[in-house]
């Protein structure tokens, strides 16, 4: 039996903390690099949403807009649209049309950035422990209770990331499946580690365009809801929490095509006004967008009617990471490290049903693409053979 000599574990002692110091500099660079690349690949994102809608730059209207001629006539317009068929057989086209970019998008940013994420996260669990009953150890009691409690870290180290591929796999099925953006969410930071941690939201209570879930799609937008909840840094920075995530909006209103009885209760900051278009928006919608003629931007919010001021979970919500960022540059950030772990998306049962949905809807995609363009179907892309 070889004897555990002085030299020995010291020489140990000294790989362990090369190869740990290491990993941690991969996973600081590389979570930088993520956060940068995530903008090529917004850019395809943001394609797909222009395409679904080229004429949305005309549907931008403030509150005496909205109510005078124009929201009638965006109203008008809608209505014969709609019911003569025009807008949902162009929408449905897009949709198909765009699978491939889909597909790009969601190995960026439900793969590569979300396992890294929760990979890494992981990682400094598994060595860098400062939870629980380690948070205020020091010394010799936080090395006796690192040895301790490092086999119990390990197999969560597993399980973890065990989960995180189902996880992974659930969402790229989803964003396959139905029409899926990356849009971004500014809070503070204690939100930002009860939202991810838990995977629960808070519905707002109606302050503009209905009771529900607000997103936006710029970072811009996160950082002035985020602004409020600015935090200083170690290095003395001023620096936004935001989330980033996946939204899956399915059906989607424009405030101007509302009726306008329901027009008039939009940007009534009192909140009773959106509280009751969120009781009024009913199926097949889910969702509302407007511009906010003050900002000069589109904002989003998954209407939840009836909720106001709620916790609640929607299989429609992947969080895929969440960044700090600077007030200078938008993706002058870095993707962060969540103390504690995450909610893991695969552990719901609405989730693992909407996934299995959503299986049935790719595989008649997938046969649809073949018979039209051939090649096995977009699926052959990424190795899947059908």
């Known amino acids: ?48 949403w222009f395409l679904y809608n080229p004429l949305r ?8 807009q909205r109510e005078g001629v124009k929201g009638k006539v965006t109203r008008g317009s809608f209505l014969i649209f709609t019911t003569f068929l025009i807008a949902p057989a162009y929408k449905l086209a897009i949709y198909f049309l765009t699978t491939p970019l889909r597909l790009i998008t969601a190995i960026y940013f439900d793969v590569i950035m979300y396992l890294f994420v929760m990979a890494s996260d992981t990682i400094e669990e598994l060595f860098n422990p400062k939870l629980g009953a380690m948070r205020f150890k020091k010394g010799f009691k936080y090395f006796a209770l690192w040895i301790v409690l490092f086999p119990y870290r390990l197999f969560w180290f597993f399980v973890k990331n065990i989960l995180a591929l189902v996880d992974s796999m659930m969402m790229v099925i989803i964003s396959l499946a139905w029409p899926t953006f990356t849009m971004f969410h500014g809070t503070s930071h204690e ?27 710029s970072i811009k937008t996160a950082k002035l809801y985020a602004g409020t909840k600015a935090f200083v840094n170690n290095d003395g920075q001023t620096m936004f929490p935001i989330i980033m995530a996946r939204v899956t909006l399915s059906a989607l209103r424009n405030i101007t095509t509302l009726k306008e009885d329901d027009r008039k209760k939009v940007a009534d900051f009192s909140g009773q006004g959106g509280r009751e278009l969120a009781q009024r928006i009913k199926f097949p919608y889910f969702a509302t967008e407007f511009w906010r003629t003050d900002n000069g931007w589109w904002e989003y919010c998954l209407i939840r009617g009836g909720e106001d001021g709620k916790l609640v979970k929607s299989w429609r919500i992947r969080p895929v990471g969440y960044a700090h960022v600077k007030p200078e540059n938008s ?3 870095s993707l962060q490290r969540l103390w504690g772990g995450k909610a893991h998306y695969c552990l719901s049962f609405t989730n693992i049903a909407m996934a299995a949905i959503s299986v049935v809807i790719v595989l008649a995609l997938n046969y649809g693409h073949a018979e039209l ?7 052959s892309f990424i190795g899947f053979r059908i």
């Open 57 to 64: 730059v005309f549907m931008r209207a403030n509150k005496k």
């Open 191 to 217: 939100a930002v580690t009860s939202i991810e941690r838990a995977g629960r939201w808070m519905v707002g209570r109606g302050n503009f365009a209905g009771s529900g879930i607000y997103f936006g799609r």
């Open 373 to 379: 363009f051939g090649y096995g179907g977009f699926l």
């Open 331 to 333: 993706y002058s950030g």
């Open 1 to 48: 039996m070889q004897n555990f000599s002085p030299e020995l574990i010291f020489s140990t002692a000294i790989l362990i903390a090369i190869y740990y110091s290491l990993a941690l500099l991969f996973i600081y660079v590389f979570r930088g690099i993520l956060w940068w690349f995530s903008g090529a690949f917004y850019l395809v994102d943001e394609f797909m």
